[in-house]
């Protein structure tokens, strides 16, 4: 099946520390994307990566880090420096054409204890 | 800077009857907008895409229309069914890239049979 998987489905990690959300995407998409959600809240953009070894900040990139080393795979980061990552985390990917449709994936819940 | 508004409040329809959702925006020449669907602890799913040269598009029950003099969709589910309670997101682009879609927070719907 073609898709983006989002890996784990829930976490949960200590004040402090670093942990890092896997996205991976076999749908053969050039773009791919992390966003942020809160309750009551619309999606925001953290960041975003048109090809391969390339990749600019969103609205709320402070406190995050990305890598894009393969075309099927960009994971998120989120570092001790940011200072409210309890949240759901989604993972999209387009094809770079004039429509920019977006593929979720299922998301992860983050949570700090 | 760019905004998009969305009924903040939920939305409740008898079974049967028509749902209509708004989407305004300020601020911003979209060359389209997009309706995600999202249900609770998932990402969000595209139903319908229309252009700024296109007045309406159809898809099975549901329509959406775009007024760039109003700046406004509007989204409408015809023969409504309790299935489609969700929360259904705007998104616009103003295309020709990757750097993406700017959403809207949502309109929770509910459909009461």
């Known amino acids: 099946d073609g898709g983006i998987t989002q890996s784990p489905k829930y976490l949960f990690r200590k004040e402090g520390q670093n942990v890092t959300l896997s996205c991976e995407q076999n749908l053969n998409h050039d773009a791919m994307y992390w966003y942020r959600q809160d309750p009551g809240q619309g999606l925001r953009l953290i960041y975003y990566?048109?090809?391969?070894?390339?990749?600019q900040k969103g609205d709320i990139a402070e406190g995050y880090s990305v890598s894009r080393e393969k075309k099927e795979s960009f994971p998120l980061t989120v570092t001790s420096a940011q200072k409210n990552p309890t949240a759901f985390y989604l993972c999209a990917s387009s094809i770079v054409q004039n429509t920019d449709t977006q593929y979720f994936g299922p998301g992860t819940r983050l949570t700090v204890l | 800077s760019q905004k998009i508004e969305q009924n903040s409040e939920a939305l409740n329809i008898q079974e049967g009857k028509t749902a209509t959702l708004t989407c305004n925006y300020t601020n911003y020449s979209p060359a389209y907008l997009q309706w995600y669907r999202q249900d609770p602890g998932r990402g969000p799913v595209f139903l319908l895409l229309i252009r700024e040269n296109e007045k309406e598009k159809r898809k099975e029950r549901l329509k959406v229309t775009f007024d760039t003099t109003l700046k406004q969709s509007l989204f409408h589910i015809t023969a409504s069914q309790p299935a489609d309670s969700a929360t259904y997101l705007c998104?616009?682009?103003?295309?020709?890239?990757?750097?993406?879609?700017?959403f809207g927070k949502g309109t929770h719907l509910i459909i009461q049979p």
């Open positions: 990566s048109q090809i391969v070894n390339d990749f």
């Open positions: 998104a616009l682009g103003s295309g020709g890239g990757a750097d993406g879609l700017t």
